[in-house]
């Protein structure tokens, strides 16, 4: 069936530095991908989102490309900080639902 | 900006009560959404609705959990009777049509059962 596979955390970063999260996914025909992001005690937040191969998504100095050849929709952020420390979550839509990823942790310290 | 209003925030229940959530979707949203999550993993699908119809409760515990949707707006979700492992964030979500469009999620319930 349909699958998501995040990079363990956590991810510990200085703020300004560079974050890859890597995610990797299986499926059959042509999911279109996601990232959402959740912040301690809240729900997820749509961060960005690609619908076809090659497509870029971006947001808030976040981005992602759908690569279909390797399968991966990887999340990456040229500058971190210390706001954005939450939980990254790579999501894909199959057939008719979503079906998320565990999860990445990021840390951000000052 | 229009919002998934979720309720209660918080619920602490006794194992074998009862305990019941409600979701407000975002407005001329069909498809609405019960998510568990539980702590450090990703949300799972309980089950969908399109309008007032389920489309999936594939992964619903249909022994203890039932969802409703009567008239296609708010849901309902309730646990009867709990078990401790329930304990875990039911989140609500809604779309404008269907799991390719962006789901938009409410701030969620945290269960704990003692």
């Known amino acids: 069936g349909d699958s998501v596979t995040q990079m363990e955390g956590p991810v510990t970063l200085s703020e300004e530095a560079f974050l890859t999260i890597n995610c990797t996914y299986t499926a059959t025909g042509y999911p279109s991908l996601f990232w959402y992001v959740q912040y301690p005690g809240e729900g997820l937040q749509l961060l960005l989102k690609?619908?076809?191969?090659?497509d870029k998504g971006s947001n808030k100095g976040f981005e992602a490309t759908y690569r279909k050849e390797t399968t991966s929709f990887h999340l990456e952020k040229g500058s971190v900080q210390v706001s954005d420390s939450a939980v990254y979550f790579c999501a894909l839509s199959g057939a008719y639902k979503l079906i998320f990823g565990t999860g990445t942790r990021l840390q951000v310290f000052p | 900006e229009a919002e998934v209003a979720q309720s209660p925030r918080y619920k602490i229940t006794e194992k074998s009560q009862a305990v019941a959530f409600w979701c407000d979707p975002i407005?001329?949203?069909?498809?609405l959404y019960w998510y568990r999550q539980i702590l450090g993993q990703g949300p799972e699908l309980l089950v969908q609705f399109q309008d007032e119809s389920v489309v999936d409760d594939s992964q619903l515990p249909k022994d203890r959990f039932s969802a409703e949707r009567l008239k296609g707006v708010d849901s309902t979700l309730k646990i009867q009777p709990a078990e401790l492992g329930d304990s875990a964030m039911y989140l609500c979500a809604s779309s404008s049509s269907g799991p390719k469009n962006e789901q938009y999620f409410g701030p969620g319930t945290r269960l704990t059962v003692t």
């Open positions: 407005s001329g949203h069909a498809t």
């Open positions: 690609a619908t076809k191969a090659d």
